[in-house]
């Protein structure tokens, strides 16, 4: 049997926490940032978590499942 890969995207773009929860990084913040308030591009700094709804196909994608 082959080895599954993992998909190269994914493993770019989410990273696992050690209490099991992925993040990954918020959009909006490249390039146009001189309409956006001091406070929004603040908070576009913070990484964000993986809602429930995506969270098993994000894991399917990861094989962490």
Do not use: C, E, W, Y
Not at 11 to 33: N, P
Not at 38 to 46: G, P, T, V, W
Not at 50 to 60: E, M, Q, T
Request: proline fraction near 2%; avoid cysteine; charged fraction near 40%.
């Amino acid at each position: 049997m082959p080895k599954v890969k993992t998909n190269s995207s994914a493993k770019k773009r989410f990273k696992v926490t050690g209490t099991g929860k992925i993040t990954h990084q918020k959009s909006f913040k490249r390039h146009i940032l001189t309409k956006k308030s001091k406070k929004r591009k603040r908070n576009l700094r913070k990484d964000g978590s993986v809602s429930k709804a995506n969270l098993d196909f994000v894991r399917r994608l990861l094989r962490l499942r």
